[in-house]
């Protein structure tokens, strides 16, 4: 099946906001290394001496002074060999800690002016505020600060964003780019980098505080009668009451509650419901009131969610009300807001930050909320602003590129597909089980809630059970593509993050990590525009490919600047989620989950199969949803029982970087010069380079460390605290094999592709 893969002409391009170049200036000399390579020798050659003059455990006892730092305690019987290796020893050491003592001052002021950059200043003041004004800003006042813990603690912060600037792949404003790339049609094996022609900024208020933004408005006593008032599809009303049985949601309606309910349909705003019931716009608010408390019904100011024009869709939800003083001031104070927000678009950092304090000070005033939250959280918006910027690249694939590409791609991604099918099986058992002899079909929200996380498997740290491999001590093998063995067959669909590492001979390929996900027009689409062909491969595979029938997106509430806009039918699950859901919606009483012997079925009414599908990346692993899903394609988590994984190959594709597994304790008991020593050690040891990405079991988020930088050794030393182990995998593509460039540097890069897979019969 693998010649079935094919890839989308058009894909995104991410990168880096800031060059390599710029973390890779911030490590020791390569002279400074080889001392420490020679020290290690004489470390080696101490050990040896001991262990020959008396014997293992007199050797065992001087290596282990050695790992801490100290000096071995030799006896005069050891003999002048002993002697001779320890004062090589101690000379070597004592060239190589002046040596380290000046580059390290050296590279402090280097890491400060780095840190000065005036666009790295605006970089992390867009990112964090708070971490500019109250720590980066004043490690760039005055002189350099004494080489103290405080001063290496602030170092650590710094350097931390500068690692994030520099070797990360994400999307925010002009520090996380957006570009993109296609086929160019033509029939090269090149990859071209042409310039985009574009690197402006697009500035936008965050969905939370456009959704706060309305609630305040919709308080204002005068708009209060305008607003639409709905009932909520979930709930089922019968004489007397109103019920959401699978939440246990139970309302008694008085008379007036049913008269208010039954004028609905033809009443659609609170003013029209007081027209038709004949009372007061205060009675019928006392009606509405608790039925809104108990999400009976659905009352607040309409917006576009799930596009970029959610504020200016506000506004003009607020211009379509009658005239009133409310409506006026709203107006002015959404135009205030909106010149706030396009100045800041084009602003520099002085102003800009004029404007986020004048921009938090009037959202506070306007809503009464504060203008941050989450704190720490990972996919939160904190801020009332976030911001995309376009990159200065784009790229050009010839045809025959990819192709072969494609073809590479192929095993990885059947791999996967097996990989899928294996866990979606685990998840369908899982349901099963937890369901226990349930044999009447229930309806969605009732599966739902039956199937909460307290009852199934499933972690945000784990998503995915990992495959263990026995230990390997190469340094790279192969897999076949059926290794798990082989996919059901039929369409699928996956959203590979795709990077190709430059060599002598052309570009390897390599699946990062794959997405179980269609291109659909979403927050990435910011810069392209052509919506049609943005979207056209997933929008063919949903029309003409016999698997896509039945498939249905799962409703779910914009929560942060990322969106999705599924095109086809949709299916509504949350109370909290409904009020955005067009009209004509599934509703979880519309579809039913059978139990059956291999697990849970999702039907229509009239019994035909569906799948869903999942917008959010976590439902793709959260098993009630993942058990209905469409058949899955999941990147495999291979790992091994022992300390080392190699570099491992699917098809043409490298599908898995080289790993290792440390215990913390490694680095614990030593610091400075001693913790560049320790790390070299365990780096030689092991065969690591020197740029690799580790991540500690209490830790989300995975961080480059430069083994050759004092700062990047100072945040393995805080990545190891509390934690038990620190996993540590290669940087790859490595530094040299980066490709992307411009006249400041090589920039980390990949691009974010659309596969499919098609069966034997397409419409």
């Known amino acids: 099946m693998s010649e079935r893969w094919t890839l989308g002409e058009v894909f995104v391009l991410r990168h880096a906001g800031f060059p390599f170049d710029w973390l890779e200036g911030l490590g020791f000399s390569e002279g400074l290394r080889s001392e420490v390579a020679a020290l290690l020798e004489d470390e080696r050659a101490l050990v040896e001496a001991v262990r020959t003059a008396a014997g293992e455990d007199a050797a065992r006892t001087a290596r282990q002074a050695l790992e801490k730092g100290k000096e071995p305690s030799l006896k005069a019987k050891y003999g002048p060999a002993c002697t001779q290796a320890l004062e090589r020893y101690r000379a070597h050491r004592a060239a190589l800690s002046a040596r380290y003592a000046q580059e390290r001052q050296d590279l402090r002021r280097r890491l400060r002016e780095r840190a000065a950059e005036p666009a790295i200043q605006e970089a992390v003041f867009f990112s964090n505020p708070a971490m500019y004004e109250n720590v980066w800003s004043r490690y760039l006042e005055g002189e350099q600060r004494p080489d103290n813990s405080d001063a290496r603690r602030v170092e650590r912060q710094v350097y931390t964003y500068l690692q994030r600037f520099c070797a990360k792949n994400e999307t925010t404003s002009f520090f996380g780019p957006i570009s993109y790339g296609e086929c160019d049609g033509g029939d090269g094996e090149d990859v071209r980098v042409v310039p985009s022609g574009s690197t402006r900024r697009r500035t936008f208020l965050t969905f939370w505080a456009v959704t706060e933004l309305a609630r305040a408005v919709a308080r204002e006593p005068e708009v209060r009668r305008h607003l639409p008032l709905r009932l909520n599809p979930l709930f089922k009303v019968e004489p007397g009451r109103a019920s959401c049985e699978p939440l246990k949601l139970e309302v008694a309606l008085s008379p007036e509650a049913e008269r208010l309910l039954a004028v609905l349909p033809g009443a659609p705003t609170l003013g029209s419901v007081s027209s038709a019931l004949g009372q007061p716009l205060e009675a019928v608010l006392r009606l509405v009131v608790p039925l809104m408390k108990s999400a009976l019904v659905l009352l607040g100011l309409p917006f576009v969610a799930n596009d970029f024009g959610t504020f200016s869709s506000l506004r003009e939800a607020v211009a379509a009300l009658p005239a009133s003083e409310a409506r006026e001031r709203w107006l002015s104070r959404l135009d205030e807001l909106e010149r706030l927000r396009g100045e ?350 580790m991540r500690s079991t209490v830790e989300r988020k995975p961080y480059l460390i430069d083994t050759a930088s004092p700062f990047a050794l100072e945040l393995l030393l805080y990545l190891s605290r509390g934690a038990e182990q620190l996993s540590v995998e290669e940087m790859y593509p490595a530094p040299e094999q980066l490709w992307l460039k411009d006249e400041r540097g090589r920039y980390t890069c990949e691009m974010r592709m659309q596969a499919v897979r098609w069966s034997e019969e397409r419409g």
């Open 344 to 693: 800041f678009e084009g602003a520099g950092l002085t102003r800009r930050r004029e404007l986020m304090q004048a921009l938090e000070t009037r959202f506070t005033e306007y809503t009464g909320k504060p203008a941050r939250r989450g704190e720490g959280q990972v996919y939160s918006d904190r801020l009332i602003l976030y911001e995309e910027a376009s990159s200065p690249f784009r790229l050009k694939l010839g045809r025959r590129f990819s192709e072969e590409m494609a073809a590479k791609l192929s095993g990885a991604l059947e791999l996967s597909a097996a990989y899928g099918d294996s866990v979606q099986r685990s998840y369908r058992e899982q349901v099963r089980d937890a369901m226990g002899a349930e044999e009447r079909p229930l309806d969605f929200l009732e599966y739902a809630v039956r199937l909460r996380p307290d009852e199934v498997a499933g972690s945000r740290f784990a998503p995915v059970p990992p495959i263990l491999l026995d230990e390997d001590l190469s340094r790279s093998r192969t897999l076949p593509e059926d290794f798990l063995g082989t996919s059901q067959p039929g369409g699928r669909y996956s959203l590979p993050d795709v990077c190709l590492a430059k060599t002598d001979q052309g570009f390897e390929v390599m699946c990062a990590r794959v997405h179980h996900h269609l291109m659909l027009w979403s927050w990435l689409s910011a810069f392209y525009p052509d919506r049609a062909r943005y979207e056209s491969v997933a929008g063919q595979w949903l029309e003409r490919e016999p698997a896509a029938k039945g498939l249905v997106g799962l409703a779910i509430r914009r929560r942060n600047k990322g969106f999705y806009v599924y095109p086809g039918r949709k299916l509504m699950y949350s109370v909290s989620d409904v009020l955005d859901v067009e009209q004509g919606a599934l509703k979880p009483h519309d579809v039913k989950v059978l139990p059956t012997r291999e697990g849970p079925v999702l039907v229509d009414g009239e019994g035909k199969r569906l799948s869903l599908y999942m917008p959010l990346d976590d439902f793709n692993t959260y098993a009630p949803f993942a058990a209905l899903a469409h058949p899955q394609v999941l990147h495999a988590k291979l790992r091994t029982q022992g300390r080392h994984l190699p570099r491992l190959h699917v098809g043409g594709a490298v599908y898995q970087r080289e790993r290792w597994e440390l215990p913390t304790t490694l680095f614990s008991q030593v610091s400075g010069m001693d913790l560049l020593i320790a790390v070299e050690r365990e780096r030689k040891a092991g065969g690591w380079p020197r740029f690799v990405f």
